[in-house]
């Protein structure tokens, strides 16, 4: 399993955040294609897509990182009534698979979508389901795999709530990251079924109500992903991400993560 470092925690500068990926000794990286970051901008790369992709395509070179997955996100996939909303979903779908197959990037994932305050659960899961086929079909036709990730505050943050998203589409592919259900007193045993699905995981240290820390002062067993991981037949790469506002020094946690999956996947070995 290849290791890389998400950009996530160098919010404001793609460009920095590569550099200190690279001077961490990392070669690979999840690239964070999402509004609110400084990196890749994913309304830019549908309206501008040679000189986005040329940008990005240098800033790694640059500092000899690959990108191995991405994190994006794209316009509400609970909003099927709004007929713009659906042609930006669709056209920055089609932005970021081009990208990924420039970079030669097999695999990414998306945020499944803010809450959808005064709606019936029924409706949001019905829209949501329409929108990933949508994407899932855009993505295949480019010969990559996309999947949502199941995210704390989103309508899909639990493994119940996973499920319905799953019979609903069930070629589904997820990413996996253990924190999101830890923070929520989620015992890991319950989402086992997802690591069959994985697509992508991202790790890092976290505790009950506590999306992140460093591993020494949380309580996410990476001994125990390591086993489910390589139980459910998992051979794709992994990232450790931390987010801003990290309370702490975060490349700190960032090689202390790192340090735990050597040694709990080795000790798999």
């Known amino acids: 399993m290849n290791l890389g470092c998400s950009t996530a925690f160098e919010k ?23 509004p609110g970051w400084s990196h890749v901008q994913p309304a830019v ?11 990005v395509e240098r800033m790694l070179e640059a500092n ?11 316009p509400h996939p609970h909003l099927r009534a709004d007929a713009e909303v659906n042609r930006q979903r669709i ?36 829209d949501t389901a329409a929108s990933i086929r949508e994407m899932l079909e ?6 990559v795999v996309i999947g949502p990730e199941i995210h704390r505050f989103t309508p899909f943050e639990t493994p119940a709530q996973a499920r319905e998203l799953i019979v609903a589409v069930p070629e589904l ?20 079924f997802l690591m069959e699905r994985a697509l992508h995981v ?15 002062e949380g309580t996410a067993d990476f001994r125990w992903m390591a086993r489910a991981l390589l139980a459910a037949g998992y051979p794709y790469h ?6 801003p506002k990290f309370e702490g020094d975060v490349e700190a946690a960032i090689r202390e993560t790192r340090g735990c999956l050597e040694e709990a996947f080795g000790a798999m070995a």
């Open 202 to 216: 991202h790790f890092r240290g976290s505790a009950k109500d506590r999306m992140q820390c460093r591993p020494s």
């Open 238 to 243: 992994a990232s450790i991400e931390y987010i």
């Open 91 to 126: 056209a920055q779908t089609r932005a970021l698979v081009r990208l990924m197959r420039r970079l030669g990037v097999e695999r990414a994932g998306f945020y499944p979508g803010y809450y959808a305050e005064g709606r019936e659960r029924a409706g949001v899961v019905a």
């Open 138 to 143: 855009i993505a295949g036709e480019a010969g």
């Open 64 to 74: 000899g990182l690959r990108a191995h997955a991405f994190n994006m996100a794209v």
């Open 173 to 192: 592919k997820v990413v996996y990251d253990a924190s999101h259900f830890i923070m929520q007193g989620i015992a890991l045993e319950e989402t086992a």
């Open 45 to 55: 790369l549908a309206e501008r897509f040679e000189a986005e992709a040329d940008r």
């Open 12 to 34: 404001e500068s793609l460009e920095r955040a590569c550099e200190r990926i690279a001077a961490m000794g990392f070669r690979w990286i999840d690239l964070i294609c999402i």
